[in-house]
């Protein structure tokens, strides 16, 4: 981009271009080098789905140029381009007389915009802190990590890792389970088993052919452990021992409480 003062500029306006913001002759001029131009073409098609971002990102106040904001959003562009584009946009908002209406409409879009949805709503400041990534960590992973008490076992044959989390309840006992090389298909579930030998189970699920927590697998979804939670009626201080069991009856793996 440096080789060329002129197509660097032309370059730099496909951020403005992408939220409609450039007049008539700068959008004019733009289409042309756009269509000789295959990084922007490729810029465009990245942005397509990212304008409310960026009209969030130049919308708020405070926040100008603001790496840190980006980096809460959960599609972001790389920090360069973030920090390029928004700077970009917030300069062209000001020259464009046109663009504040504009900035509304694409603020209106904002609501199938995810996170950044909610960062705009508080209007920025320090409750946008408060606005972090959503979905990014299950129910049963967060309830697994806060458990306190945590009990955790291999077995010797097939391998399988189960580590288990308590919390004692009025209606008995709250049950994480957290589960390691685990290949599927198979269907399985979480038994507790009293001192005095009663069974409960406290969960079931099916593990996909692809598994779960399967060291150096191709695919983050393998690698990734499974977390689940459960409930059992018996008091905690009753529970001898978990049991992982495939509903061919099959023990996985056991864990003492
Ligand atoms: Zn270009």
């Known amino acids: 981009m ?7 500029d032309l370059h730099e306006t496909v951020g403005a271009y992408a939220l409609g913001i450039l007049d008539d002759a ?3 001029e733009f289409e042309a080098h756009l269509a000789t131009c295959e990084w922007c073409g490729q ?3 990245e942005l397509a789905g990212m304008e409310p971002m960026l009209a ?14 980006g980096e809460t959003l959960a599609v972001r562009p790389s920090p360069q381009l973030s920090d390029r584009l928004v700077g970009e946009v917030v300069e ?5 007389k046109k663009s504040r209406r504009l900035f509304f409409g694409l603020a209106a879009s904002l609501i199938i915009g995810g996170p950044i949805a909610a960062i705009a709503a508080t209007g920025g400041g320090d409750t946008a802190q408060e606005a972090k990534p959503l979905a990014s960590v299950s129910p049963a992973k967060q309830a697994f990590a806060g458990m306190d008490d945590k009990v955790e076992a291999t077995d010797a044959a097939t391998q399988v890792n189960a580590a288990v989390g308590t919390v004692s309840k009025p209606y008995g006992t709250g ?7 685990v290949k599927g298909p198979q269907k399985c579930s979480l038994v507790a088993v009293s001192k005095s030998g009663e069974r409960e189970t406290a969960t079931t699920w099916t593990v996909p052919k692809w598994g779960y927590g399967i060291k150096g697998a191709a695919t983050e ?13 018996m008091s905690n201080a009753d529970i001898d021992h978990f049991e992982v069991v495939t509903f061919d009856g099959d023990k996985l793996v056991e864990v003492d409480a």
């Open 2 to 8: 440096q080789s060329s003062q002129g197509q660097g």
């Open 26 to 28: 700068e959008a004019t």
């Open 43 to 45: 810029q465009l098609d």
């Open 56 to 69: 969030a990102l130049a919308d708020l106040p405070g926040t100008r140029g603001t790496p840190a904001i």
């Open 92 to 96: 062209r908002r000001v020259k464009a």
């Open 175 to 181: 049950i994480a389970l957290q589960l390691k090389n």
């Open 221 to 233: 979804l393998a690698r990734n452990p499974l977390y689940l939670q459960g409930a059992v009626a």
